[in-house]
């Protein structure tokens, strides 16, 4: 069956860095096209980032723009997040999911605390 | 970017009720808007599609209405698992964006 696992999650201190992955299983993953969302504590869902099949077309939200950089392996089945410079308000559940949103993992707590 | 406000933000309603809960986006999306359900501590579920259409799996008692800057999901008749947030979502333009969600609770 479809599983999307998420990891690489944890407690990191302001401005350092984290990379979080996404792996892919029961589908075609080289076929979708594939997000970042992510959800503060409490809060409702903010999508992150979107790549297309091919890595070749990114968008970002504004708050992470130049500080994050999405990327995928297709032949590992992998999608990444690169996450720099965090800040306390990055602090969230990172979901990775297929942009047509009918996959999505379970996700993985980012705590950026010092 | 646009923006969606959802209303209301709670919903008080018993099982078997009526759910109605509405969708307005700061400008037209078209039909490209879904929803989605989350129950506490899991990932959000796809219940509708583009604005009508049913995800795999989600029952008939689910749909989807609107176009352009209004939209509504109606659930026809509460069931235990129905009572949970309730979030909508455009992928029309970037950056995509969420609705700030209705919360759904027993009344």
């Known amino acids: 069956q479809v599983q999307l696992v998420e990891s690489g999650g944890g407690l990191v201190k302001p401005g350092g860095s984290l990379r979080l992955s996404c792996a892919a299983s029961g589908f075609t993953f080289s076929d979708y096209y594939m997000t970042w969302i992510r959800q503060a504590p409490g809060k409702g869902l903010e999508w992150v980032s979107y790549i297309s099949t091919s890595g070749s077309t990114i968008y970002y939200a504004d708050s992470v723009k130049g500080r994050f950089t999405i990327s995928r392996d297709n032949a590992k089945n992998s999608l990444y997040l690169q996450m720099n410079s965090l800040r306390a308000e990055d602090t969230a559940v990172y979901f990775c999911?297929?942009?047509?949103?009918?996959?999505w993992g379970q996700g993985t707590l980012v705590t950026v605390s010092s | 970017e646009i923006v969606l406000t959802q209303s209301p933000a709670t919903l008080s309603l018993s099982p078997g009720e009526r759910a109605t809960l509405s969708c307005r986006a700061s400008q037209s999306v078209s039909r490209y808007l879904a929803w989605y359900r989350q129950k506490p501590g899991q990932a959000p579920r796809l219940l509708i599609y583009d604005t009508s259409n049913r995800a795999t799996g989600i029952p008939a008692r689910f749909s989807g209405s609107g176009s352009g800057t209004d939209f509504t999901l109606t659930i026809s008749s509460l069931e235990p698992e129905d009572f949970a947030v309730y979030y909508c979502?455009?992928?029309?333009?970037?950056?995509?964006?969420f609705g700030q969600g209705t919360k759904v609770e027993i009344k």
């Open positions: 999911a297929n942009y047509e949103g009918d996959y």
């Open positions: 979502h455009q992928r029309s333009g970037w950056p995509q964006t």
